[in-house]
C-alpha cells in the first residue's frame, strides 16, 4: 500500500506537462487562433458579397420576374476589428427562372495589416496574406432558400505583437443554411482538420 501512495502524485504530475504540450509551446501562436482568423474572414468575405447583392436592381429579391442573367464586378473593402482591412474584388453572375435567382461569385482578396486580438489570451494578432474563394447564393420567392456555400483557400501570416509570427496555408468551405440560423466552416487551417459551427443569419452575409 506504501508503494501506491508514493507512485500515484508522481503519475499526476507528470500528466501536467503532458497536457501543456498537447496545445504547443506557450511562445507559439495557437491553431485555434489561427482558426479564428479564418472564421472571422470568412464571415467578413460573407458580408461583402451579400452587400454586393443588395446593390439596387442586383439583391435576388427585385426584378425577380425578368428571365434571364447578367454579371456585375465589384471591389469592396472593410475594416477589421482593430485596424487594418479586408479587400475583396470579383465578379457576380445572376440567373433568374422561375422566380428564383441564382448568384455564382468568383473573386481574390487580400488582407491588409488586418488587426484582431486573441479570444486567449490579450495579444494583438496582425494579418496578411492572400486568398481566392468562390460562392454560390440561391432565392425563391426574395427569400434565401438551401444551403449557401463559399469556398476560400490561400495563406496569411500573422505577427503578435511580441514579436512572435507564423505563416499558414488553409482552404475551407462554409456552409451557410438560412432556415436553420447556423454557417459551418470545414477544411484544414496550417495543417489541422477543422470544423466550426457558429450561428448566422441571412443578413450576416
Given at each position: 500500500?506504501?508503494?501506491?501512495i ?6 499526476t504530475?507528470?500528466?501536467?506537462p503532458?497536457?501543456?504540450d ?7 501562436i495557437?491553431?485555434e487562433d ?9 464571415a467578413?468575405?460573407g458580408?461583402?458579397?451579400f452587400?454586393q447583392?443588395l446593390?439596387?436592381g442586383?439583391d ?24 487594418g ?21 468568383s ?13 486567449r ?7 496578411d ?34 514579436g ?18 447556423r454557417?459551418?466552416v470545414?477544411?484544414?487551417?496550417c ?6 459551427e ?6 450576416d452575409g
Open positions: 500500500m506504501r508503494h501506491w508514493r507512485v500515484l502524485p508522481a503519475t504530475l507528470l500528466l501536467v503532458a497536457c501543456a498537447s496545445i504547443g509551446p506557450a511562445t507559439a495557437a491553431d489561427a482558426t479564428d482568423i479564418v472564421v472571422e474572414a470568412d467578413t468575405a458580408s461583402i458579397l452587400g447583392l446593390l439596387a442586383f435576388g429579391m427585385s426584378d425577380i420576374t425578368a428571365a434571364g442573367g447578367d454579371v456585375r464586378e465589384f471591389s469592396r473593402s472593410r475594416d477589421c476589428p482593430l485596424g482591412t479586408i479587400t475583396v474584388a470579383g465578379r457576380i453572375e445572376r440567373t433568374i427562372t422561375d422566380q428564383a435567382a441564382d448568384f455564382n461569385a473573386a481574390t482578396g487580400e488582407w491588409n495589416g488586418c488587426v484582431h486580438g486573441s479570444r489570451n490579450d495579444h494583438r494578432l496582425t494579418v496574406g492572400t486568398f481566392s474563394m468562390s460562392a454560390f447564393r440561391h432565392y425563391v420567392n426574395r427569400q434565401p432558400s438551401g444551403p449557401q456555400t463559399l469556398t476560400k483557400s490561400g495563406s496569411f501570416t500573422v505577427t503578435r505583437d511580441d512572435e509570427s507564423r505563416s499558414c496555408e488553409y482552404s475551407v468551405t462554409s456552409t451557410r443554411y438560412p432556415e436553420e440560423h454557417r459551418v470545414k477544411g484544414s487551417v495543417g489541422r482538420e477543422i470544423d466550426r457558429v450561428t448566422w443569419s441571412p443578413t
